[in-house]
Every structure is written in C-alpha cells, then in structure tokens.
C-alpha cells in the first residue's frame, strides 16, 4: 500500500520533505505524531493526527503516540496569540494517562507483532537532561538565525505579546524529541499538522547535524470548515472523545449536521472506508441531497469508531425521537441523562410537582404552563389531534395530567403540532 498516495487522495498531506514517499515504500518504517497534554480527552481537532497512526500501521509501518510531558510544561506557541498557561507534573501525568487509555482504541499495541504501535513520553528523556547539557549538546547545532527565520516565530516577535525565551526553546525540545527517538526507536519519520512544519523541520535537521542521519516528514491541512470557521467546535465547546465531556448522541449530532460540501471532505479523511465507496456516497448524495445519506453514513462510522456500536444505536433512534410518531416507546426508555442531550435547545418550562400530585385537565395545564396563550387555544388544538404527551396523541380534552406521567420523576415531554416541543420539569 502507497501510504503517501492514499493519505493524497483523501486530502491530508499538505507539506511532504523530499524522499517521505520513497522512504515508506522501500520498507517498514517508524513514525510518530506527537499530542499535546492541555486535557485528559483529545477531541475531534486530534482525529486526523490519530488516523494518520492508523493509516500508518494499516500500511504496515509502526506508529509512535507521543505525548509531551516534557513539552507540555513548555506550551507550543506555533500561530499562537499569547503564551499558554504551563501545567504542573500531576496534571500533566493525569492527562496523559486519559489520553493513552483513548489513543489504546484506535491503534494495535499487540507487542508479538512487529509493527506495534508505542506509546512514549518525552518526559521520560529530558526528566534527567540538564540545562547546561541541552544547550552544550544540542543547542549549538541549530542557529538563532534558523530558529527564528520560522514563520511561526517570526509572527510573535513581531507582535505586540513577543515570546518568552521558554516559548523560542519549543522548536528545539520538540526536534530533539525527534532526535532522541531516531536514536533509540529507528524512528524516521515525523507527521503532524501543517502548523507544526516548522518544529518537525527542525527535527530532521537535528538528526542531519547531531546523529549525521536522515529523516522525514510530512504534514496534513489543518481542519477547516467551508466557510472558514474552526472545526470541532459545536455551542457547547469543544467536541471531545469522552464520553463524559461529549456525550455519543452530541457527538453523533455534530457530524450529522455537517453541510453537504463538509461532509463529502469529512467522509475521506475520518472514516477508513474504501474509495469506491466513498464515491458511490457522494454520487449518491449528489442525486438526492435531501436524503442526508453523507451525513448519516459519517455519523454512523465516526460514532462507531469512537464509541461503539450501542452508542451508534442510541444515537440514531434518539436523532428520531423529535421527528417520528413512534418513539413514545424510546422515549420511556432514556436515561435523564440522555433525555436531557436529546432535549438540549428543546424550551424548558417548570411546574410544582404539588400541582402534578393533585392532578390537572390537560387544557389547564397547556395554558397555565404558556405552552397555548389561552385555554381556548388549547383546547382547540387537543381536540384537532394536534398535541401530544410524551409521543402520544392526547385523544380528548378529559385526559387529566399527573404525576403518572413523569419521566425519569421529573419530566413530562409536550408537543405542539408537528415541530413544537416542550420539556416541562416539575419541581
């Protein structure tokens, strides 16, 4: 398998160092991409990193998941404003153990084979390197000239914030992390995103100069969306792999609302489908847009691949509930916290669970909760078929509301019309 041909045509190489091709195809070859310690979840900004590692490895190369321990402590100032906030050892050490127990998903650390992926930590090696010897034994391979004839250093001191001596060091601890591993693991080649080109090209030319050895690297596109704003983030934030922070159902949400133009570059570089399916999608897709079948099959795949296939499931008849007349069944079912993502931008009204206990005509309580203006209104609507409780047609105005009919003990799911809900709370 070509790696660098098929890593092409799904759109995520961007700078390539002369030979990479040459180097991949002439024989097993190490790699590594290196993740930032910031949190204790990556998040969908870390997916193309993790899938260039496993595209790596299902070419038959051995990936390497790095995780700055050592450069975290630093903060990687690459196109970045202001200076980030350094984290302490116990941090650091919590966020890389999360990380790791993320990145043991998507990669095979099988060790009887001979491509196993690695999980190193750059801690481990400068934890006993001291000033004096970094700026004896390597630092005097790489000039001040080189270092700050980068772009991404060049921006900063030009700015109004500058950069602080801790910040001109990265470029140089993140290439002798590639120096060290040329050394000890054989690696050869280092890949990363396109804001990293400079850090990584300091890397190969510490290898040139200190171990007189070759090395590569390439890197991919960072994430954009179509019309130019960031990727990953939805109104809560960030998009994280943890469950606890983005819940499967959020994360199913934010793939599936991809527009059409996002979601035909989003199926080649996160899904590991072949490309005759790929573009069957697409024609598909093109043929009948209102179908969403791009956006169904990407949620449907990342979910797995981060999730599981149960989640994929919950997912999808929790994406249903809002849109189809036969999920009271479903409804019943969630947990309060699923009931409240799948509700999360649904209006929330609250009642006094006194009132539910002595019970309520459902007119009266359709008007005093404001859901109708008046009682008149409501009862118009009961009597057309046009509201229902928790999935199920109100068939008269006797129909009484009560405690009976909480959800999860707290919750009671009002639909006006066809597209109108309601998640009344009672306290």
Request: charged share 25%; with cysteine.
């Amino acid at each position: 398998m070509n790696l660098i041909e098929e890593l092409r045509w799904r759109g995520m190489v961007q700078d390539i160092m002369p030979g990479t091709e040459e180097q991949l195809l002439k024989e097993m070859t190490t790699a590594y991409v290196g993740f930032d310690p910031t949190a204790d979840s990556l998040h969908v900004g870390s997916l193309v990193p993790i899938l260039l590692l496993v595209h790596l490895q299902r070419a038959g190369h051995k990936p390497l998941a790095l995780v700055g321990g050592a450069t975290g402590m630093v903060g990687d100032p690459s196109f970045k404003a202001a200076e980030r906030k350094m984290l302490d050892l116990d941090t650091l050490k919590h966020n890389q153990a999360g990380i790791k127990a993320q990145l043991e998903k998507f990669l095979d650390f099988d060790p009887a084979k001979p491509n196993a992926a690695e999980m190193v930590n750059n801690y481990d090696w400068f934890q006993n390197i001291t000033f004096l010897d970094f700026i004896r034994d390597t630092g005097k391979h790489i000039t001040v000239n080189y270092m700050m004839a980068k772009d991404s250093v060049r921006r900063r001191i030009e700015g109004d914030s500058g950069m602080s001596f801790t910040e001109f060091t990265y470029q140089l601890i993140q290439g002798y992390d590639f120096y060290h591993l040329y050394t000890h693991k054989n690696c050869k080649l280092q890949m990363g995103g396109s804001d990293q080109w400079g850090n990584i090209v300091t890397g190969t030319e510490l290898v040139r100069r200190k171990a007189d050895g070759e090395a590569f690297a390439f890197t991919c596109p960072l994430m954009k969306k179509a019309d130019g704003t960031k990727f990953g983030k939805s109104e809560n934030g960030n998009v994280w792999l943890d469950p606890k922070l983005t819940s499967p159902y959020q994360f199913y949400q934010f793939w599936l609302n991809a527009t059409d133009v996002d979601a035909a570059n989003y199926i080649k570089i996160f899904t590991l489908l072949e490309h005759a399916e790929i573009d069957a999608l697409i024609e598909a897709h093109q043929h009948a847009p209102e179908q969403r079948q791009l956006q169904k099959r990407l949620a449907k795949e990342l979910t797995i691949f981060i999730h599981s296939e149960k989640d994929y499931e919950f997912a999808l008849k929790a994406s249903e509930l809002l849109f189809r007349n036969d999920t009271a069944d479903v409804l019943q079912t969630l947990t309060e916290d699923q009931l409240m993502d799948v509700m999360d931008g649904v209006p929330q009204v609250e009642v006094s669970l006194a009132d539910l206990q002595a019970g309520k005509d459902i007119v009266t309580f359709l008007a005093e909760t404001a859901i109708f203006p008046s009682k008149t209104e409501a009862r118009k609507m009961v009597q057309g078929g046009g509201v229902s409780i928790n999935k199920l047609k109100v068939e008269g105005i006797e129909k009484s509301i009560d405690t009976s009919l909480l959800l999860r003990d707290k919750y009671i799911l009002v639909q006006k019309g066809k597209r109108n809900y309601y998640l009344v709370i009672a306290r």
